[in-house]
């Protein structure tokens, strides 16, 4: 697939390529972005370039890994976020927002974008966020974005050799308004 740019009322998601490898380098040094994600670290300029050069072009022409960068009206970049297909219409969502950008809703603004473009031109099904137990900021926007929190898997992420729980959560087309691409049949509740 080739790639595609998203807007949105503040914000315009595009593919990141190596005119911006610089710019993911610098933001990627936040030690808190190197705490919660499972990038390397430290995270060196051959990290970015192979993100930037390799990573980001193989996932959009092997339709495996949909990269936006999140850029708002000043240009600057100010996050990154990846829908990864994980099994047949079942995306992960995954974002890191650059701290001098952090608490202006960006990348909830981001995510609802990506993800609705995902129900409707990808036939993504179900979206699923997970991030390690303790990452509020990454929580709070899952939340704002409307993702219903579904608990806790023991040992389930593995952040730079260790094994840590992480918080599960889905957002389904239905939770937008939108049609399936294939039908769902939710369990009966039982009173």
Known sequence: ???VTL????????????QDTEAVYTAVQDPDIQRWTTIPSPY???????FTEQMVPDGWSESSMFTFGVFPPTGELAG????????????EVGFWTAKEHRGRGYTT????????WGFTRLAIDRVEWR??????????????????IEGTLRSALNNKGVRRDC????????????????????????G
């Open 1 to 3: 697939m080739e790639p």
């Open 7 to 18: 807007t949105t009322p503040r914000l315009l998601l595009r593919t990141v390529g190596p």
């Open 44 to 50: 060196l300029p051959e990290h970015a370039r192979n």
């Open 80 to 91: 990154m976020l990846a829908l990864t297909m994980r099994s047949l219409g079942v995306a």
């Open 109 to 116: 603004e981001a995510t609802l974008a990506a993800v609705r």
């Open 131 to 148: 991030a390690e137990v303790g990452n509020q900021g990454s929580r709070a926007v899952a939340e704002r974005a409307g993702f219903t």
């Open 167 to 190: 918080w599960v959560g889905s957002l389904l087309p239905s939770d937008l308004g939108l049609p399936s691409a294939a039908p769902y049949l939710p369990t009966p509740s039982r």
